[in-house]
C-alpha cells in the first residue's frame, strides 16, 4: 500500500520546519538513502533522505511552506504495481510513525487496491506495541518467516524497512527498535499574555515580528537555564601584552602559509588545557548523576542573524592553534549559512562567548545546559596596573566572567579552573610545551 513520508524530527529541538525545496517531483524514481528534500529545522538547513524505494506518488506539502508540524505527512510513496489511483485520503493515521498512528491505533490497515499481495497487518510485540513497518518490510518479513518484534528498525522512530528485514535472518534476537523521544517542549508560558501585552501598546506604533523556530528555541532553552541551573559568577582580569607580543610574532611566521590566529583562538586553546588540568572541571549536569568528560569539548558562541548557534570543537586539547582557527572559521561560517548538522553543534561541557569585539567591557553569560560553566569574555583595555615590582604601569587588560552551574562545580573548583585559564592566557608559550 501506499506509504507516507512524514516531515522529519531533524534535531531534539525540533517541533516544526520549513520544507524549503523539494529535490524530486511526482514520478520520480527513489531508493533508500536518495536525497528527498531541504529541511531548515530550527537550527539549519538539512537534507532529507528516502529509508525506502518506490516512487513519488504525489506531493502533499509544496516547497517554500513553513510551520510544517514533524510527522506530518509531505508526500507519498507508491510500491511496484502501485499508482497514484491508490493512494487515496492522505489524511488518514500514517504507519511511519508511533506518533502519528496511535491517534487510531485499533483501526485496521486498508488493503492495497494493485498490489499482488496484502501487506500483512501490522504485527504487534509481546509487550503489546504496536510494531512499525513499511509495506514492503512486511511482505519481505512474511516471505522470509521472520518475527519483525525480533527486528530492530532503522527508519524514523524505529520504523522497520526494507533493508532491515533483508539483513535478518530467522530466529536472530536483536533487540526491538526503541521509541523515539518526542521534541522538547518549550516550557509554559508564564506572565501575561501575548494578547495582553499587546493591548497595553494598543494606539501606539509598533511592528509585530513573528518568532521563527531558532528564536523560540533560545527563548525555550534560556528560560529553562536561568529558572533550573543554579549560577553563580567568578570574575578575573587577565594581561594580555604577553599574549598579544606572542600572536604577533607567531601570524609573522605564519603568513606565508595563510594563517592568522585570533585572540579567540588563543583562549580556546587556554580553556581547553584548563579542563585537562582541572578534570573535575570538565563535567555536565544529567540530571541524576554527573558526567566527567576526558576530551576537552569547547562549544563557542556564534551570532547568526536572528539568533546564534554554539558549534563544538571536539578534542581541542589535542589541536595546534592554526589546526583550531581553521576550524573554528569553518564552523562559524557554516553556522552563519546554517549549513551545521545535528552533531556539529550538540555537546561539550564548557563554552566561550566573546562580546569583546563589540567594544563589551564585561558581562555575564546564560550557561548552555547541561554544560557546567560558559566564560563570558570582554575586549581588552589599556589600563593602569600594579606592577610585581609595585610600581604603576599600563597593561592591556581584558576581564572575563566565568558562569558556573553549582550542581556540578563548587566555588573553589570553579575558581582553580579560572585560574588555570589565566596563567594559559598571561604565559601563552606554555600552551604549545
Known amino acids: 500500500m501506499p506509504t507516507e513520508i512524514l516531515m522529519p524530527a531533524l534535531s531534539p529541538t525540533m517541533e516544526e520546519g520549513t520544507l524549503a525545496k523539494w529535490l524530486v517531483k511526482e514520478g520520480d524514481t527513489v531508493s533508500s538513502g536518495d536525497l528527498l528534500a ?33 510527522n506530518t505527512p509531505i508526500a507519498v510513496l507508491l510500491e511496484d504495481g502501485e499508482s497514484a489511483d491508490d493512494i487515496g485520503d492522505t489524511s488518514a493515521p500514517s504507519t511511519q510513525a508511533p506518533e502519528a498512528a496511535s491517534a487510531d491505533a485499533g483501526a485496521e490497515e486498508a488493503a492495497p487496491a494493485a498490489a499482488e499481495k496484502p501487506a500483512p497487518a501490522a504485527p504487534k510485540a509481546a509487550s503489546g506495541d504496536r510494531i512499525f513497518a513499511s509495506p514492503l518490510a512486511r511482505r519481505i518479513a512474511a516471505d522470509k518467516g521472520l518475527d519483525l518484534g525480533q527486528i530492530k528498525g532503522s527508519g524514523p522512530h524505529g520504523r522497520i524497512v526494507k533493508a532491515d528485514v ?67 559568577y567568578l570574575r578575573r582580569d587577565i594581561k594580555l601584552d604577553a599574549l598579544l607580543k606572542f600572536r604577533s610574532q607567531l601570524n609573522k611566521q605564519l603568513e606565508a602559509r595563510g594563517v592568522k590566529l585570533s585572540v579567540n583562538d588563543f583562549i580556546i586553546k587556554a580553556c581547553a588545557l584548563a579542563l585537562q588540568a582541572v578534570p573535575d572541571a570538565n563535567a555536565v549536569w544529567a540530571g541524576d548523576k554527573v558526567l566527567k568528560l576526558k576530551p576537552s569539548d569547547v562549544a563557542v558562541a556564534v551570532a547568526i542573524e536572528g539568533g546564534l548557534f554554539t558549534p563544538v570543537l571536539k578534542d581541542a586539547e589535542m589541536k595546534s592553534l592554526s589546526a583550531l582557527s581553521a576550524e573554528m572559521k569553518d564552523l562559524a561560517a557554516r553556522a552563519r549559512d546554517r549549513k551545521l548538522a545535528p552533531e556539529e553543534y550538540q555537546g561539550g561541557s564548557f563554552a566561550i562567548s566573546n562580546l569583546g569585539m563589540f567594544g563589551i567591557d564585561n558581562f555575564d553569560a546564560v550557561i548552555n545546559p547541561p554544560h557546567g560553566a560558559i566564560l563570558a569574555v570582554g575586549g581588552g583595555k589599556k589600563k593602569p596596573v600594579v606592577g610585581d615590582d609595585g610600581e604603576l604601569t599600563v597593561a592591556t587588560v581584558m576581564s572575563v566572567t566565568l558562569s558556573v552551574d553549582h550542581r556540578v562545580i563548587d566555588g573553589a573548583l570553579g575558581a582553580e579552573l579560572l585560574e588555570q585559564i589565566l596563567q594559559n592566557l598571561e604565559n601563552p608559550m606554555v600552551m604549545l610545551a
Open 38 to 70: 531541504e529541511i531548515e529545522t530550527d537550527k539549519a538547513t538539512m537534507e532529507f533522505e528516502a529509508v525506502d524505494e518506490g516512487t513519488v506518488g504525489k506531493i502533499l506539502v509544496e516547497e517554500g511552506s513553513e510551520g510544517v508540524k514533524v
Open 166 to 232: 533483508e539483513n535478518a535472518t530467522p530466529g536472530s534476537k536483536s533487540a526491538p527498535a526503541e521509541k523515539s523521544a518526542a521534541p522538547a517542549a518549550a516550557p509554559a508560558p508564564f506572565g501575561p499574555s501575548g494578547d495582553a501585552i499587546s493591548a497595553m501598546y494598543q494606539g501606539r506604533d509598533y511592528e509585530e515580528v513573528k518568532l521563527d523556530g531558532m528564536r523560540k528555541t533560545i527563548a525555550a532553552r534560556l528560560t529553562e537555564a536561568k529558572q533550573t541551573v543554579p549560577h553563580f
